[in-house]
Nanobody
Framework: QVQLVESGGGLVQAGGSLRLSCAAS????????MGWYRQAPGSQRELVASITSSGITSYEDFVQGRFTISRDNAKKTVYLQMNSLKPEDTAVYYCRASRWDDYWGQGTQVTVSS
């Protein structure tokens, strides 16, 4: 079955960095677009960054210049490098795989203290 497993979350001080990983299985990873989303308490889930199967990246304005999404097709893994973290980046971060169907991971908590 399809599994997306996120890791790398944690507690970090404002200005710090974290690198999230999402390891996929059960899908043809290289043909899937991948995305990172986040959901803060009381808020809707929102897109953070995405990367197409051909490696084209896109970022929401609130992370532009601070976050970098990348993928390693050989490892079937997508990454989110998060730098200059702010308290408002605190959320559960989810990865999503999209092709003919959508699949989601279980999420990883990121907490940024001020």
């Amino acid at each position: 079955q399809v599994q997306l497993v996120e890791s790398g979350g944690g507690l970090v001080q404002a200005g710090g960095s974290l690198r999230l990983s999402c390891a996929a299985s059960g899908i043809i990873f290289r043909i899937n677009a991948m995305g990172w989303y986040r959901q803060a308490p009381g808020s809707q889930r929102e897109l953070v960054a995405s990367i197409t199967s051909s490696g084209i990246t896109s970022y929401e304005d609130f992370v532009q210049g601070r976050f970098t999404i990348s993928r390693d097709n050989a490892k079937k893994t997508v990454y989110l490098q998060m730098n200059s973290l702010k308290p408002e980046d605190t959320a559960v971060y989810y990865c999503r795989a999209s092709r003919w169907d959508d699949y989601w991971g279980q999420g990883t908590q990121v907490t940024v203290s001020s």
